[in-house]
């Protein structure tokens, strides 16, 4: 079976950081683009951050651009989130997401497996 599981998520105050994990099982995700999705109670599940299947390319949402860092550990199947100075807006579930396409995108719809999230809370 096929899974992304997260972990790492918490209550933090702003300025503080946190690092999710997503593990892979069931199949090898290191060739996979992977991507980080949040979702904030009554918003739309946004794109926060993506890394290429091949290379070590990244992209990121102008919203947390200089403040979060996306990796990969292949030998792990595991994939990081890094965020530092976390600011209430972050506030949200924390999704992990895999594609057979190589080619990162910004869109759920480009993500064949989701993990089930984790919850991030920064206090003002």
């Known amino acids: 079976q096929v899974q992304l599981v997260e972990s790492g998520g918490g209550l933090v105050q702003a300025g503080d950081s946190l690092r999710l994990s997503c593990v892979g099982t069931?199949?090898?995700?290191?060739?996979?683009?992977m991507a980080w999705f949040r979702q904030a109670p009554g918003k739309d599940r946004e794109f926060v951050a993506a890394?290429?299947?091949?290379?070590?390319?990244?992209y990121y949402a102008d919203s947390v651009k200089g403040r979060f860092t996306i990796s990969k550990d292949k030998a792990k199947n595991t994939m990081y989130l890094q965020m530092n100075s976390l600011n209430p807006e972050d506030t949200a579930d924390y999704y992990c997401?895999?594609?057979?396409?190589?080619?990162?995108?910004?869109?759920?719809?480009?993500?064949?497996?989701w993990g089930l999230g984790t919850q991030v809370t920064v206090s003002a």
């Open positions: 069931g199949r090898s995700f290191t060739t996979y683009a």
């Open positions: 997401a895999g594609s057979v396409d190589r080619q990162p995108r910004n869109t759920p719809s480009a993500y064949d497996y």
């Open positions: 890394i290429s299947g091949t290379t070590t390319i990244a």
